[in-house]
DNA sequence: TCCATATAGTTTCAATTGCAACTAAATATG
DNA sequence: CATATTTAGTTGCAATTGAAACTATATGGA
C-alpha cells in the first residue's frame, strides 16, 4: 500500500488549486461586474442558447435547481434575465438575456478569457488540452462509482 | 479572440471536476467516520507531523485559520486531538492526535487511498503524475498574480 | 375520468461559512 | 522601559448554502 501524504493526494490536489482559481476569478466577477459565479454562469450559457428553462440550465451548468433559482431571481432584479412562458410545460418558463444582459455579457466574456489565459500563460496548447481532458475524466469517475 | 464557452472554460471543468469530487468524498468521510473534510485534513498531517501550531496547520492545510480553529476544536470535543504549551509562544499551543486519533487515522488512511485510487482507475501512472503537476502549476498561478 | 405519483420551481429554516472584532502575548520603537 | 504595533487564536454576527417542505402542473395507471 502506497503512503498517504496529504500533499500528494490527488483529491486535495485538486480541491486546493479550484478554490485558488475561483477565489482569483469570483474576486474579479465580483468586484468588476457585481456578479458571483453562479450567476455568471446562467449568463455564458443563456449568451449561448438564447432561451432555456432553469431544469436544463441546471443540467448544463451542474447548479442544482436551488442555486439556478436564486441566481436567476437575482438577474432578473437586475434586468439582465427576463422569462418567457413554456407553452410546452406550465410548471416550467424560459430564461434569456435582455438587452442589458446581452450587453454585459459581451463586455464580461473578453474578461473572462483573458483571465484564463493568464492562469494558462506557462502551459503549451497541448498542455492545456490535456488539462482538460483529465478533468473530465476525474469528474466523470467520480460522478460514476455512486 | 478565441471564443468562450463555458463547457471549454478551464475553470469551470476545474470547478466542476472538484466539487463532483469533494462531494463524493466529503460524504464517505462523514458516514463513516463523521470527520469533515477539515478535519480530516488535520488529522492527516498530524498524524505525519507529530505535533504543530494552529498556524502551521493552516499553511500546510491552505486553510485559513478560522477553519483550523473550529476544526481543532471539534476534533478536542471528540477527544482525538489534544493540545500542548508551546514555550516558545505563550499566544500558541501544539496540537497533536490522542492515541484515539492516530487509531482512526489508521483506519481512515487506506479508506482515503482507495477512494483516490477509485478515481484514478483510468489513469496510467504517468497520467497521474501529470495531473498533479498540472494542477500545482495552476494552483501557483492562481496564487501569483494578485 | 379520477386518483396516485412524479417533476419544475420556490421558499423556509437550519447549518455552514466568512468577516470583523476581540483577547492575549510578542515584538518593535521611541 | 513604556507604549505602539503586530501576530496567534477565538468568538459573535451576518451572509451564504443546502435539505426538506411546499405549490403547481404534468403524467400514468385503475
Do not use: C
Not at 435547481?65 to 427576463?82: D, N, W
Not at 450587453?103 to 488539462?131: G, H, N, R
Amino acid at each position: 500500500m502506497a503512503a498517504l501524504t496529504l500533499d500528494r493526494f490527488i483529491p486535495y490536489r485538486l480541491s486546493v488549486a479550484s478554490n485558488a482559481v475561483s477565489s482569483r476569478i469570483s474576486q474579479s466577477y465580483r468586484k468588476r461586474f457585481g456578479l458571483k459565479i453562479a450567476e455568471w454562469r446562467l449568463i455564458a450559457i443563456l449568451a449561448e442558447a438564447k432561451r432555456m428553462t432553469p431544469q436544463a440550465l441546471g443540467q448544463t451548468t451542474r447548479m442544482d435547481k436551488i442555486s439556478v433559482s436564486r441566481a436567476a431571481a437575482a438577474l432578473m432584479e437586475r434586468g439582465l434575465v427576463q422569462t418567457s412562458t413554456n407553452p410546452e410545460d406550465g410548471r416550467s418558463h424560459f430564461l434569456s438575456l435582455t438587452a442589458d444582459g446581452q450587453s454585459l455579457y459581451a463586455e464580461i466574456a473578453p474578461a473572462a478569457l483573458a483571465m484564463e489565459a493568464d492562469l494558462l500563460s506557462d502551459f503549451t496548447p497541448e498542455e492545456s488540452e490535456f488539462l482538460e481532458t483529465q478533468l473530465r475524466r476525474i469528474e466523470k469517475a467520480a460522478s460514476d462509482f455512486p
